[in-house]
Protein backbone atom coordinates (compact mmCIF):
# COMPACT_ATOMS: atom_id res chain seq x y z
CA UNK A 1 0.00 0.00 0.00
CA UNK A 2 1.49 3.26 -0.85
CA UNK A 3 1.50 5.98 2.06
CA UNK A 4 0.28 8.74 0.07
CA UNK A 5 -0.28 10.98 2.70
CA UNK A 6 3.17 10.69 3.53
CA UNK A 7 3.85 13.06 0.54
CA UNK A 8 1.24 15.59 0.21
CA UNK A 9 -1.19 14.96 2.35
CA UNK A 10 -3.59 18.91 1.49
CA UNK A 11 -4.74 20.93 -1.25
CA UNK A 12 -5.27 24.51 -0.32
CA UNK A 13 -7.09 26.93 -2.57
CA UNK A 14 -6.43 30.63 -0.82
CA UNK A 15 -8.59 33.68 -2.36
CA UNK A 16 -8.02 32.14 -5.66
CA UNK A 17 -9.12 34.04 -9.18
CA UNK A 18 -9.28 32.92 -12.34
CA UNK A 19 -9.62 34.95 -15.72
CA UNK A 20 -9.89 33.22 -19.33
CA UNK A 21 -9.06 36.20 -21.67
CA UNK A 22 -10.81 39.46 -20.40
CA UNK A 23 -13.41 37.49 -18.62
CA UNK A 24 -13.22 36.49 -15.26
CA UNK A 25 -14.43 33.02 -14.21
CA UNK A 26 -14.50 33.57 -10.56
CA UNK A 27 -12.67 34.99 -8.07
CA UNK A 28 -11.82 34.73 -4.17
CA UNK A 29 -12.30 31.07 -4.41
CA UNK A 30 -11.27 29.47 -0.65
CA UNK A 31 -11.16 25.95 -0.37
CA UNK A 32 -9.21 22.69 1.18
CA UNK A 33 -8.89 19.09 0.30
CA UNK A 34 -7.48 16.81 2.82
CA UNK A 35 -5.94 13.03 2.29
CA UNK A 36 -9.14 10.85 1.96
CA UNK A 37 -11.35 12.80 0.45
CA UNK A 38 -12.85 13.47 -2.73
CA UNK A 39 -14.53 16.70 -4.19
CA UNK A 40 -16.86 16.96 -7.39
CA UNK A 41 -15.98 20.46 -9.07
CA UNK A 42 -19.69 21.57 -10.71
CA UNK A 43 -20.48 24.10 -13.21
CA UNK A 44 -21.78 25.22 -16.14
CA UNK A 45 -19.85 24.28 -19.23
CA UNK A 46 -17.26 27.19 -19.42
CA UNK A 47 -17.88 28.32 -15.80
CA UNK A 48 -13.76 27.21 -15.28
CA UNK A 49 -13.80 23.78 -13.87
CA UNK A 50 -11.35 23.06 -16.53
CA UNK A 51 -9.31 26.11 -15.78
CA UNK A 52 -9.26 25.37 -12.51
CA UNK A 53 -7.66 22.02 -12.60
CA UNK A 54 -5.44 23.44 -14.72
CA UNK A 55 -3.91 25.64 -12.27
CA UNK A 56 -3.92 23.64 -9.58
CA UNK A 57 -1.95 21.55 -12.15
CA UNK A 58 0.42 24.76 -12.60
CA UNK A 59 -0.61 25.24 -16.59
CA UNK A 60 -2.39 28.62 -15.84
CA UNK A 61 -1.48 31.71 -13.94
CA UNK A 62 -4.03 33.18 -11.00
CA UNK A 63 -5.34 36.19 -11.22
CA UNK A 64 -4.62 36.03 -7.72
CA UNK A 65 -4.65 34.54 -5.20
CA UNK A 66 -2.24 30.82 -4.61
CA UNK A 67 -2.61 27.06 -4.60
CA UNK A 68 -0.86 25.69 -1.71
CA UNK A 69 0.51 21.60 -1.21
CA UNK A 70 0.63 20.97 2.49
CA UNK A 71 3.03 17.54 3.95
CA UNK A 72 3.19 16.14 7.69
CA UNK A 73 5.99 18.67 7.81
CA UNK A 74 4.28 21.75 6.32
CA UNK A 75 3.71 23.45 3.18
CA UNK A 76 5.65 21.59 0.17
CA UNK A 77 7.63 23.42 -2.47
CA UNK A 78 4.80 23.99 -5.51
CA UNK A 79 7.17 23.03 -8.41
CA UNK A 80 7.97 19.70 -6.69
CA UNK A 81 4.63 18.64 -4.97
CA UNK A 82 3.04 19.10 -9.00
CA UNK A 83 6.00 17.14 -10.41
CA UNK A 84 5.91 13.80 -8.45
CA UNK A 85 2.28 14.43 -6.52
CA UNK A 86 -0.37 14.66 -8.88
CA UNK A 87 -2.22 13.08 -11.66
CA UNK A 88 -3.81 15.66 -14.14
CA UNK A 89 -6.35 14.08 -16.49
CA UNK A 90 -7.70 15.99 -19.12
CA UNK A 91 -10.80 15.23 -21.27
CA UNK A 92 -8.42 15.11 -24.13
CA UNK A 93 -6.34 12.06 -23.23
CA UNK A 94 -3.12 13.39 -24.37
CA UNK A 95 -1.98 9.82 -26.19
CA UNK A 96 0.22 9.40 -29.01
CA UNK A 97 -1.79 8.07 -31.95
CA UNK A 98 1.11 5.80 -33.70
CA UNK A 99 2.05 3.80 -30.43
CA UNK A 100 0.78 0.76 -29.55
CA UNK A 101 -1.55 0.88 -26.48
CA UNK A 102 0.88 -1.14 -24.44
CA UNK A 103 3.47 1.19 -26.03
CA UNK A 104 1.72 4.38 -25.00
CA UNK A 105 0.86 3.00 -21.42
CA UNK A 106 5.07 1.94 -21.02
CA UNK A 107 5.81 5.29 -21.80
CA UNK A 108 3.56 7.46 -19.31
CA UNK A 109 4.71 4.81 -16.66
CA UNK A 110 8.28 5.84 -17.31
CA UNK A 111 7.52 9.28 -17.56
CA UNK A 112 6.21 9.58 -14.12
CA UNK A 113 8.56 7.65 -12.47
CA UNK A 114 6.44 4.51 -11.99
CA UNK A 115 7.28 2.03 -9.64
CA UNK A 116 6.73 -1.64 -10.91
CA UNK A 117 2.82 -1.15 -11.37
CA UNK A 118 2.19 -1.75 -15.03
CA UNK A 119 0.45 -5.01 -14.53
CA UNK A 120 -1.97 -3.86 -11.88
CA UNK A 121 -3.25 -1.14 -14.09
CA UNK A 122 -3.35 -3.52 -17.14
CA UNK A 123 -5.53 -5.63 -14.93
CA UNK A 124 -7.69 -3.07 -13.81
CA UNK A 125 -8.69 -1.51 -16.95
CA UNK A 126 -8.98 -5.14 -18.77
CA UNK A 127 -6.68 -3.63 -21.63
CA UNK A 128 -4.62 -7.19 -22.11
CA UNK A 129 -6.66 -7.34 -25.51
CA UNK A 130 -5.39 -3.72 -26.44
CA UNK A 131 -1.96 -3.86 -25.85
CA UNK A 132 -0.73 -4.38 -29.13
CA UNK A 133 -3.39 -2.55 -31.12
CA UNK A 134 -2.26 1.28 -32.08
CA UNK A 135 -3.72 3.69 -30.22
CA UNK A 136 -5.64 5.29 -33.52
CA UNK A 137 -7.57 2.04 -33.89
CA UNK A 138 -8.85 2.11 -30.06
CA UNK A 139 -12.41 3.30 -29.12
CA UNK A 140 -13.07 6.78 -27.51
CA UNK A 141 -14.35 4.70 -24.31
CA UNK A 142 -10.94 1.99 -24.76
CA UNK A 143 -8.75 5.41 -25.33
CA UNK A 144 -10.11 6.48 -21.81
CA UNK A 145 -9.12 3.51 -20.19
CA UNK A 146 -6.06 3.33 -21.61
CA UNK A 147 -5.64 6.85 -20.20
CA UNK A 148 -6.78 6.08 -16.84
CA UNK A 149 -4.19 3.09 -16.27
CA UNK A 150 -1.53 5.83 -15.63
CA UNK A 151 -3.04 6.92 -12.49
CA UNK A 152 -1.85 2.84 -11.20
CA UNK A 153 0.85 2.74 -13.30
CA UNK A 154 2.39 5.77 -11.53
CA UNK A 155 0.75 6.35 -8.17
CA UNK A 156 0.62 10.05 -6.74
CA UNK A 157 -1.27 10.90 -4.29
CA UNK A 158 -3.97 14.26 -6.39
CA UNK A 159 -6.04 12.92 -8.80
CA UNK A 160 -6.80 15.93 -10.94
CA UNK A 161 -9.87 14.63 -13.03
CA UNK A 162 -11.84 16.43 -15.66
CA UNK A 163 -15.33 13.94 -16.64
CA UNK A 164 -13.26 10.60 -15.69
CA UNK A 165 -16.46 8.82 -16.56
CA UNK A 166 -16.76 10.04 -20.18
CA UNK A 167 -16.82 7.72 -21.96
CA UNK A 168 -16.98 4.37 -20.51
CA UNK A 169 -19.85 1.63 -20.48
CA UNK A 170 -21.32 1.09 -17.62
CA UNK A 171 -19.62 -2.30 -16.13
CA UNK A 172 -16.00 0.17 -16.24
CA UNK A 173 -17.30 3.25 -14.50
CA UNK A 174 -18.62 1.27 -11.60
CA UNK A 175 -14.77 -0.15 -11.80
CA UNK A 176 -13.24 3.65 -12.01
CA UNK A 177 -15.89 4.45 -9.27
CA UNK A 178 -13.98 1.20 -6.95
CA UNK A 179 -10.49 2.61 -7.97
CA UNK A 180 -11.54 5.59 -6.70
CA UNK A 181 -12.65 5.04 -3.48
CA UNK A 182 -9.40 2.51 -2.96
CA UNK A 183 -7.59 5.69 -3.57
CA UNK A 184 -8.78 7.23 -1.17
CA UNK A 185 -8.91 4.61 1.29
CA UNK A 186 -4.95 5.02 1.09
CA UNK A 187 -5.12 8.32 1.95
CA UNK A 188 -5.38 9.95 -1.61
CA UNK A 189 -7.75 12.84 -2.91
CA UNK A 190 -9.45 13.62 -5.82
CA UNK A 191 -10.63 16.92 -7.17
CA UNK A 192 -13.02 15.58 -10.27
CA UNK A 193 -14.90 18.27 -12.97
CA UNK A 194 -18.20 16.02 -13.29
CA UNK A 195 -21.64 16.85 -14.73
CA UNK A 196 -23.01 13.67 -13.50
CA UNK A 197 -22.51 12.58 -9.62
CA UNK A 198 -19.69 10.08 -9.23
CA UNK A 199 -20.88 6.94 -7.64
CA UNK A 200 -19.71 7.28 -4.25
CA UNK A 201 -20.02 10.24 -1.57
CA UNK A 202 -18.34 13.51 -2.24
CA UNK A 203 -17.90 16.83 -1.29
CA UNK A 204 -19.25 19.61 -4.18
CA UNK A 205 -17.60 22.68 -5.29
CA UNK A 206 -19.54 24.77 -7.75
CA UNK A 207 -17.93 27.44 -9.43
CA UNK A 208 -19.64 30.28 -11.73
CA UNK A 209 -23.11 31.47 -11.19
CA UNK A 210 -24.60 29.87 -7.79
CA UNK A 211 -26.64 26.62 -9.32
Known sequence: MTDHASFIHRLCLDRLTLERGQRRLFCDLTETLSAGEAMALTGANGAGKTS??????????????????????????????????????????????????????????????????LETAVETFN?????????????????????LARLLAAPRPLWLLDEPMAPLDTAMRRKLGEVMQAHLADGGMILAAVHDPLPFPTRALHVGAPA
Open 127 to 147: LRPLLELEVRKLSAGQRRRLA
Open 52 to 117: LLRAIAGFLTPASGQVRFEGPGGELEAETARAEGLHLLAHQDGLKTSRTAGEELDFWARWLGGTGQ
